[in-house]
């Protein structure tokens, strides 16, 4: 199945994403194993995003969290994506607009293709073409393109952020860099309840468990890859994760057109 050419269309409750197998594993592992996919972590976002709350995906790959939001927000709702690599990001937006388009009242979502450092500059982004989702600025490779960074509090301004419920970041050692400026500048009232993130202490330069100790962030869950950070801690509902369903044909109604 890895060596597939050409992708496949699935819908999972409520989610429409069209899958590339060959080159991420994030494709890869949503499709045969959802209900493992970051089960964990997906439960705590289903639990702290309100119907009309913000998420923000730093990021967001594919847009696997993005869509997940999608499912649970109302047209009051706001997902901010972000996302630098040019080929994910063009997966990204499809798998937005598709999912969108299975929703009643769907939430107001926003792509931003740039990349998120302490400082404002032009970065060297490392393709990893074997593994999409792990292009990095930190982890080197022969493949580059140069992408501009910008401090995540200066995106968020940007796109008018004022709330968060739950953020997700995931950007292959460099979580340092985005989160601890962020919570080191910004409002108490901009922090979000919920924090997820990807566990690389090995990579990070700056201080970060200690900021999120500093403000008044609890550890609610390790996973194998991630961390789970919390504000205001509330019971944890379960959350059943079906089977995707396979959309013949490659047919992803209406939103096909945008990739094409």
């Known amino acids: 199945m890895k060596q597939l050419d050409h992708p496949l269309d699935l819908e999972l409750d409520g989610i429409r994403l069209r899958c590339y197998l060959s080159d991420n594993i994030s494709e890869r592992s ?52 972000i996302e630098p690599n040019p080929k994910v990001s063009h997966r990204l937006s499809f798998n937005l607009q598709a999912t969108s388009e299975t929703q009643p009242t ?61 953020m997700k970041v995931d950007i292959e050692g460099a979580e340092d860099l985005a989160l601890v400026p962020f919570l080191s500048q910004a409002n108490d009232a901009l922090l979000p309840n919920c924090l997820i993130f990807e566990n690389n202490p090995e990579q990070w330069q700056l201080p970060l468990l200690e900021t999120l100790e500093a403000k008044h962030y609890q550890l609610a869950e390790k996973t194998r890859m991630n961390r789970v950070y919390l504000r205001h801690q509330c019971t944890i509902r379960k959350v059943k994760f079906t089977k995707p369903k396979l959309i013949t044909g490659n047919k992803i109604p209406s939103a096909t057109k945008s990739m094409e």
């Open 30 to 81: 949503f499709v045969f194993m959802p209900w493992r996919f970051d089960h964990l972590e997906r439960r705590y976002l289903t639990q702290y995003l309100p119907a009309s709350g913000v998420f923000i995906d730093v990021g967001a790959n594919v847009g696997i969290y993005s869509c997940l939001a999608l499912t649970q927000l109302n047209h009051q709702g706001h997902i901010l994506a």
């Open 106 to 166: 769907p939430a107001r979502f926003q792509i931003i293709k740039q990349g998120v450092n302490d400082q404002a500059s032009s970065c060297t982004l490392y393709i990893d073409n074997n593994n999409l989702g792990a292009s990095s600025l930190k982890n080197k490779s022969e493949q580059t393109i140069t992408i501009d960074c910008q401090p995540l509090l200066t995106l968020l301004y940007q796109a008018k952020i004022n709330q968060i419920d739950v």
